[in-house]
């Protein structure tokens, strides 16, 4: 029985991947779209901030799909759970968030909370780096995080 359990959640995980790959795909093929079409317009100065704003965040949305992709990949290898290239990847999405916002006609409210949430990931993600230094330091084997 475990091993149709772990051989399921193989095939997920690679069902995954292959979602974000096609993720990562399509995005890029938007942002070239977005690009070219600034370009043909002829549109090089930045009136539009909205549409910059909308390029950087699909860039965002790609290193976000990327680093989503390397975890997964990093799971099927190693067979360990990575929380700090998880955190990585939540700051990154919060950042996303803060840049393509309109910060100026959003409840403060949910600036507040937002600020929160970045504290909460920065402090989740020091815990865990330092009580791997710690283990480091303690010569304790940390096993599959070792090298990375």
Known sequence: MHDYLEEFMRVAIYAVIVMVAVVIIFTIIVLVVSIFNILITEQVEIENKQDILAIIGNLLVVVIAVEVMETLVLYIRKH??????????????????????????????????????????AVAYYLIRRSEWEGKVKGEGLGPTDDL
Do not use: K, N, Y
Request: charged share 10%.
């Open 80 to 121: 360990a759970f990575f929380s700090h290239l998880l955190l990585i990847v939540a700051l990154t999405a919060v950042a996303r968030e803060v840049l393509v916002t309109d910060l100026v006609h959003v409840d403060p409210l949910l600036l507040v909370g937002i600020g929160a949430i970045i504290i909460a990931i």
